[in-house]
């Protein structure tokens, strides 16, 4: 949350009622017997971790949530979270075992190595380490092949001090490809039966982000992971950024004039041309130039030139009232129009996650709560 008299008039407005909805749609839609846990890493992707995670901790949202580092996790620790907290990422060095355990982080282990690691970390502390073991069933980035992940349950159940509390894979396709899709998780159910033919017990099984969890109801098993649906990026629900300014400058141009860097749009007709205090040194893409619009007035006036570190510059010729002052909305709502962070994807050929999850820190964040409830 933002501490402190904000000068610039750049912000992100993060609606907490928009996250609440969205991840009380989820639990409805995968039902009471599969937990939720909400993904945070990245800064919530780019939507605050610490007021996500304490709004989502004090209504009762989710089960735990998911974080990349050690780091992530050491921070909503610190922010009050005593929910479960997985660190999705593969923690090295090994040292950092003891960090995690000592906050009660939970740890992701992909290899035989990195499974005696956490186990001597945990008799070192004297304190049980509770390990999700990652498996490789398509995404080709960290995870353990079946039977190296069997050992690592074996190793871990053995050792007495630290326990397989989980078994998670990571669809790679799961909005893209159903067929690539369901053999993931077969690969998954056919280790799941395994272990449990060898007698492991009492271990969550998980496999599902948001599209999955929505879409394949039999990639639910015991928990579903979801981010992009819970911030309100996908068809269905409610946006929770806003990212909105002010024009801070205003100019008529005339017929051959010039905008932005490198000549990067020519003026072909008189234009009346507002500036912006926001580029992409607050990470609004420079792929967005001259592609992209700005709501001002309630209409969409669109991007003119290169996109630069600091400022932008938008067509509002034409725009009534349109005034050094004016709100411009980059992302969000205005009368009638919006724009979402899924459109600018789409134009900067790119995807969701990244739009909101690079905006910068010095854009602050801002949030929206119900009356009474925070």
Known sequence: MTSGKIYRPTKAEISLPALESNLRKIKKA??????????????????????????????????????????????????????PVLVLGSLYPFESFEEAIRADLMLTISSVEAARQAVSASKRLRKKALCHVKLETGMGRIGARKPSAIKIFETLGASGTAAAA?????????????????????????????????????????????????????????????????YGCMEGFKPALSLKTRVVFIKSVREGA??????????????????????????????????????????????????????????????????????????????GEEITARELAVKAL???YEITTLITARVPRVYAAQTGRL
């Open 166 to 230: 989980g078994l998670y894979t990571h669809l790679s396709s799961a909005d893209s490809d159903p067929r690539f899709s369901q053999g993931q998780l077969e690969c998954f159910s056919r280790t799941v039966a395994e272990l449990e033919g060898q007698g492991a017990r009492e271990f969550v099984k998980h496999a599902a982000n948001s599209f999955a969890a929505l879409h394949y109801p039999g990639s639910r098993y015991d928990m579903v992971r979801v981010g992009l649906a819970a």
């Open 258 to 335: 010039y905008i932005s860097y490198n000549k990067s749009f020519r003026v072909r007709r008189p234009m009346k041309i507002a500036t912006l205090p926001i580029g992409y040194g607050d990470g609004y893409l420079r792929a967005l130039s001259n592609k992209a619009e700005v709501l001002v007035g309630g209409r969409r006036a669109r991007v003119l030139g290169n996109v630069t570190m600091d400022m932008l510059m938008i067509d509002v010729t034409g725009i009534k009232g349109a005034a050094v002052g004016s709100e411009a909305v980059l992302i969000g709502k205005q009368g």
């Open 30 to 83: 995968v039902g009471r017997n599969t937990r939720l846990m909400f993904v945070v890493k990245a800064d919530a992707y780019g939507h605050g971790a610490a007021a996500a995670a304490v709004f989502s901790e004090k209504e009762k949202l989710a089960w735990g949530y998911g974080v990349s580092s050690v780091e992530e996790g050491l921070a909503l620790r610190k922010a009050g979270i005593k929910s």
């Open 350 to 352: 790119t995807i969701p």
